[in-house]
């Protein structure tokens, strides 16, 4: 999390103004589904300086509209805007106001709604635009907890503003289709909207954002008309357009599956129908490990035991993913870490311990944290002492919680202990971890990482524990004998190897499984690239 001083004024409001592209993609899209209606009555909730009162200026669409009304929440550019569609051919109406507060009411009394809304995330909104956004939310009997971002509740209302049967047409986030905040906009289309469709524009469509973006649009669901129960994707290349439709269900926790082509989610499913194909919350158990509250501080190097005579407190420790170059995190692992300086103990303060406070250099240490003011930070000071950091004891297996390319699963023979940067899990039942282990890295297993996970503006894979949970994985008991091969792949260096341990995954879950080939799984992998190129390219 970022702080307010630490953000540019025009993040912090969501000044980025929409690329005329962009506006025009809306624009056609509204003419299409307006079907050449005149005397259209327009909204637009984030006006800016006026890109799309500009756009629809020079668009057929400008003999169709008799208003517009544009909300500006900064004055000086309401101002601008307003004067910059002083010539316009239809009636503008500039509001110099939150959209958000109730000098716009919560009607359904325009044809059209386009427009940009802000991408501020709510850390930096200040209260009474909360308090607006929580009414607006109430009136429409949506739940504002857990929504991330002012995008969301400008969305809802600006759709609720629209007549029966009108028709909008907004550039979002992409996260409108990936992200767990998002889920109420999502089951508001699909109980409100028809003729749904999500644009897709390559990445840099809108500079200085760093999020993809999309065009979102539809109409406003006449009494009568079934919901959508279906969305069309368009994928805009340089090289032409690619259409493609898919069934989409409220019970989907995202909607990141629907950015595959349905040959590349049918085979994904058909995958997923397999016996052997198992959902890791029903074989496995994976939890945050130990929460510190100051990493830097209780993760030590071996220079710095030493140097305070910290050994009576010091266990193994595995800080980071990268620091473990193989699929199983061995002694021998531990000591290469130990010898390269990297920080490999963490310290252990527990109460059946010496207190390091009896011991000179232990207790210079702890006074050292003290001046650094880290017993003031939150999880710290809700500790008595604030250094007993209560450890998570090790577990057989290690799970990455932010990956680059690929999460990757780690065999823990060394018993290290790990910090929330990585994920612990033991098997239920019977099953053997070094099974899962070496099963992991498929292109089944990944593809699911890639739906079920969740991806920001740098184009990182996240995954929290409940879409962990929902992982499609193999424990395949054959695969386990083969755990030194594979570990030796995943240790190789060059650019090869990381592509090299999948597909020798692949090869062998193909041999192992009944129902599972190299053709099928192919189609697999397409689609796990093809989630993967567009998380990446976020960066």
């Given at each position: 999390?970022?702080l307010a001083?630490?953000?540019s004024a025009?993040?912090?409001r969501?000044?980025f103004?929409?690329?005329?592209?962009?506006v025009r993609?809306c624009?056609?899209?509204?003419?299409?589904l307006?079907?050449?209606?005149?005397?259209?009555s327009?909204?637009e909730?984030?006006?800016?300086?006026?890109a799309?009162v500009r756009?629809i200026?020079?668009?057929?669409?400008?003999?169709?509209?008799s208003?517009?009304?544009?909300?500006?929440?900064?004055?000086?550019?309401?101002?601008e805007?307003e004067q910059?569609?002083?010539?316009?051919p239809f009636?503008?109406?500039?509001?110099a106001?939150?959209?958000?507060?109730?000098?716009?009411a919560l009607?359904?009394?325009f044809d059209?709604?386009?427009g940009?809304?802000p991408?501020?995330?709510?850390?930096?909104?200040?209260k009474?635009?909360?308090?607006d956004a929580e009414?607006?939310m109430a009136?429409?009997g949506?739940?504002?907890?857990?929504?991330?971002n002012l995008?969301?509740?400008?969305v809802?209302?600006?759709?609720?503003?629209l007549?029966l049967?009108g028709a909008?047409?907004?550039?979002?986030?992409?996260?409108c289709?990936?992200g767990?905040?998002?889920?109420?906009v999502r089951?508001?289309?699909?109980?409100n909207?028809?003729?749904?469709?999500?644009?897709?524009?390559?990445?840099?469509?809108?500079p200085g954002?760093?999020?993809?973006i999309?065009v979102?649009?539809?109409v406003?669901?006449?009494?009568g008309d079934?919901?959508?129960s279906?969305?069309?994707?368009?994928?805009?290349?340089?090289?032409?357009?690619?259409t493609?439709t898919h069934?989409?269900?409220s019970?989907?926790p995202t909607?990141t599956r629907?950015?595959?082509?349905?040959?590349?989610?049918?085979?994904?499913?058909?995958?997923?129908s397999?016996?052997e194909?198992?959902?890791?919350?029903?074989v496995a158990?994976f939890g945050?490990?130990?929460?510190t509250?100051?990493?830097e501080?209780?993760?030590v190097?071996e220079?710095?035991v030493?140097?305070?005579?910290?050994?009576?407190?010091?266990?193994?420790l595995l800080a980071r993913?990268?620091?473990a170059d193989g699929l199983?995190?061995?002694q021998e692992d531990?000591?290469?870490?130990v010898?390269a300086g990297?920080?490999?103990?963490?310290l252990?303060?527990?109460?059946?311990?010496?207190?390091?406070?009896?011991?000179p250099?232990?207790?210079?240490?702890?006074?050292?944290?003290?001046?650094l003011?880290l017993?003031?930070?939150?999880?710290c000071?809700?500790?008595?002492?604030?250094y007993r950091v209560?450890?998570?004891?090790a577990?057989?297996?290690?799970l990455?919680?932010?990956?680059?390319?690929?999460?990757?699963?780690?065999?823990?023979?060394?018993?290290a202990?790990t910090?929330?940067?990585i994920?612990?899990?033991?098997?239920?039942g019977?099953?053997?971890?070094?099974?899962?282990v070496?099963?992991?890295?498929?292109?089944v297993?990944?593809l699911?990482?890639?739906?079920?996970g969740?991806?920001f503006g740098g184009?990182?894979l996240?995954l929290?524990?409940?879409?962990?949970?929902r992982l499609?994985?193999?424990?395949e008991?054959?695969l386990?004998d083969e755990?030194?091969?594979?570990?030796?792949?995943?240790?190789?260096?060059?650019?090869d190897?990381?592509?090299?341990?999948v597909e020798?995954t692949?090869r062998?879950?193909a041999k192992?499984v009944?129902?599972l080939n190299?053709s099928l799984?192919?189609?697999?992998a397409?689609a796990r690239r093809?989630?993967?190129r567009?998380?990446?390219?976020r960066?």
């Amino acid at each position: 999390m970022r702080l307010a001083s630490e953000v540019s004024a025009d993040k912090l409001r969501g000044g980025f103004y929409s690329p005329q592209e962009l506006v025009r993609a809306c624009l056609d899209r509204i003419a299409e589904l307006t079907g050449g209606k005149s005397g259209l009555s327009v909204l637009e909730p984030s006006a800016g300086d006026g890109a799309f009162v500009r756009g629809i200026e020079a668009h057929s669409l400008a003999t169709k509209v008799s208003s517009l009304t544009a909300v500006e929440v900064v004055p000086s550019v309401a101002s601008e805007c307003e004067q910059r569609s002083a010539g316009a051919p239809f009636d503008v109406r500039v509001l110099a106001t939150s959209f958000l507060s109730n000098q716009v009411a919560l009607r359904p009394t325009f044809d059209v709604v386009v427009g940009n809304p802000p991408f501020v995330r709510y850390q930096f909104i200040d209260k009474s635009m909360r308090a607006d956004a929580e009414a607006a939310m109430a009136a429409l009997g949506v739940p504002l907890a857990g929504v991330s971002n002012l995008w969301l509740p400008i969305v809802l209302k600006s759709l609720a503003c629209l007549k029966l049967g009108g028709a909008f047409a907004l550039i979002v986030p992409a996260e409108c289709l990936t992200g767990a905040s998002a889920s109420v906009v999502r089951a508001w289309l699909l109980s409100n909207t028809t003729s749904l469709r999500i644009d897709l524009f390559p990445s840099g469509s809108f500079p200085g954002v760093l999020q993809e973006i999309v065009v979102l649009s539809g109409v406003r669901q006449r009494p009568g008309d079934p919901g959508a129960s279906t969305a069309t994707f368009v994928e805009h290349h340089g090289s032409g357009d690619i259409t493609w439709t898919h069934c989409v269900r409220s019970t989907d926790p995202t909607w990141t599956r629907y950015l595959l082509t349905p040959n590349h989610l049918d085979a994904y499913r058909e995958v997923a129908s397999l016996d052997e194909c198992l959902v890791l919350g029903d074989v496995a158990k994976f939890g945050v490990a130990t929460v510190t509250g100051a990493n830097e501080f209780f993760s030590v190097d071996e220079e710095t035991v030493r140097r305070y005579e910290l050994g009576p407190w010091a266990r193994p420790l595995l800080a980071r993913v990268r620091n473990a170059d193989g699929l199983v995190f061995d002694q021998e692992d531990f000591r290469r870490n130990v010898s390269a300086g990297l920080r490999s103990s963490i310290l252990d303060f527990a109460e059946d311990r010496p207190d390091p406070l009896d011991f000179p250099r232990p207790g210079e240490y702890l006074r050292h944290g003290e001046r650094l003011g880290l017993h003031r930070r939150y999880k710290c000071r809700i500790r008595d002492p604030w250094y007993r950091v209560p450890i998570v004891p090790a577990r057989e297996m290690l799970l990455s919680k932010r990956s680059h390319l690929y999460p990757r699963l780690i065999l823990n023979q060394a018993q290290a202990i790990t910090t929330d940067t990585i994920y612990q899990g033991s098997m239920l039942g019977a099953g053997r971890a070094a099974s899962l282990v070496a099963s992991f890295h498929n292109s089944v297993t990944l593809l699911s990482a890639e739906i079920e996970g969740r991806s920001f503006g740098g184009g990182v894979l996240e995954l929290v524990p409940s879409e962990v949970a929902r992982l499609r994985v193999f424990v395949e008991d054959s695969l386990a004998d083969e755990l030194p091969r594979l570990d030796e792949l995943a240790r190789a260096s060059g650019p090869d190897s990381v592509e090299s341990l999948v597909e020798e995954t692949d090869r062998r879950l193909a041999k192992a499984v009944r129902g599972l080939n190299d053709s099928l799984l192919a189609v697999i992998a397409e689609a796990r690239r093809a989630l993967q190129r567009r998380r990446l390219d976020r960066n």
